[in-house]
């Protein structure tokens, strides 16, 4: 098995130490020809997204880029 490092430059303490892992697990399903992780499927992904969607539109959230 091939061993894949991940750094993130000039992040600092930003609050992105989490998506380390998330990173880790990508460049791990990647490594071993994965198109996605079995800890989070596309499905559950979806499936919250759409939840966050939901959320937004009923409090009137909306981001510029975004569709509300």
């Known amino acids: ?3 894949v490092r991940i750094g ?3 992040a600092g303490n930003m609050g992105h130490d989490a ?3 998330e990173a ?3 460049a ?3 490594t ?3 198109l996605q992780s079995p800890l989070r499927p596309l499905d559950d992904s979806l499936t919250t997204l759409r939840a966050m969607d939901g959320i ?3 409090y009137g959230i ?3 880029a975004l569709p509300v």
Do not use: H, K, N
Request: hydrophobic share 40%; proline share 4%.
């Open 8 to 10: 993130v430059i000039g």
């Open 28 to 30: 791990r399903c990647i």
């Open 1 to 3: 098995m091939r061993t």
């Open 19 to 21: 998506l380390y892992f």
């Open 24 to 26: 880790a697990e990508t």
């Open 32 to 34: 071993v020809g994965r």
């Open 56 to 58: 937004r539109r009923r």
């Open 62 to 64: 909306s981001f510029p």
